[in-house]
């Protein structure tokens, strides 16, 4: 019988490396709306209310590999509609290119790239009551974003830029691997991650306590595509947080029954997926929390 993840789970920060922060730190910062926390040895922590959410590692000599398992997008969650219209507007007056917009019932988002093309979505969620259908199954589409009405949270109010709100977090991770099924045995009955939808064959949604998804998987770049070279840009790690060492230790327990490889790290513990994802498991304060704290 499958054992979930402790419902309380969430992500903390994702770990990038960019090839320039001359052209990557202004992006972040004057764009996006995150805070620099802090600089240190070529990585810069960058966040939102005191916490980290994006962590970047500068490697000039970094290349794009194209066609491998790693990062399709990271998403980062913003705490109102009103937020989510404020970061359109920024976007829209930096003129930054943009992949596309959509409604996806269960939340509202905007795409686009980087300065190294790594994938962001910016996003806000509908009340969970709202995600099911009559007979309680989540509802999730792809369809187009009314952005007309999203400007229209700006009638009327102070719409001068001030960047991410405090509550502003990861929200969920969406990654490329090799196999779905392979990907899900790990995320769903190593990690404990339940299934909450499929896109046909190729994409999967998992969560923690109902959330309509924090690591979502593809193989759009490609069935049995390989990991990229070291020290390319792209994904390092990011961080799943557990609430307490009791819920990280059950999930350690699965991983080492599995047969996965556990590495101790500052932060946590690293492993990862078969597609050679990595992340770190953590429990308690996790860099999600304020650093004064």
């Not at 961080?239 to 932060?267: T, Y």
């Amino acid at each position: 019988m499958k054992t979930s993840i402790d419902p309380h789970t969430t992500l903390g920060s994702v770990h990038l490396t960019v090839s320039d922060f001359k052209r990557a730190l202004p992006f972040y910062q004057d764009v996006l709306g995150l805070q620099l926390n802090r600089r240190e040895n070529g990585i810069a922590y960058l966040g939102a209310g005191g916490k980290d959410i994006v962590v970047l590692t500068e490697n000039p000599s970094a290349k794009r590999a194209r066609r491998t398992t790693g990062l399709y997008h990271f998403a980062i969650l913003v705490p109102s509609r009103l937020a989510l219209a404020q970061a359109l507007k920024r976007i829209a007056e930096r003129q930054v290119p943009v992949h596309g917009f959509a409604d996806h019932l269960v939340s509202e988002a905007i795409y686009l790239p980087d300065p190294d093309d790594n994938g962001i979505e910016i996003y806000r969620d509908r009340p969970r009551a709202e995600w099911y259908d009559a007979r309680g199954n989540l509802r999730m589409a792809t369809d187009p974003l009314d952005l007309d009405d999203l400007l229209r949270e700006l009638d009327g109010r102070d719409s001068s830029w001030q960047g991410f709100e405090p509550e502003t977090k990861l929200g969920h991770m969406h990654l490329h691997v090799a196999h779905i099924a392979a990907a899900e045995k790990f995320y769903i009955d190593v990690l404990g991650f339940d299934l909450m939808a499929r896109y046909g064959p190729s994409a999967s949604f998992t969560s923690a306590g109902g959330y309509h998804h924090h690591i979502a998987f593809n193989t759009w770049a490609g069935v049995g595509v390989p990991p990229p070279p070291p020290d390319s840009i792209g994904l390092r790690e990011f961080v799943i947080c557990l609430p307490n060492l009791i819920s990280l230790s059950q999930v350690v327990d699965r991983v080492r029954d599995a047969g996965i490889a556990i590495e101790k790290v500052d932060d946590g513990l690293r492993v990862r997926d078969p597609a050679q994802n990595a992340m770190i498991l953590t429990a308690g304060h996790s860099n999600q929390e304020k650093h004064d704290e």
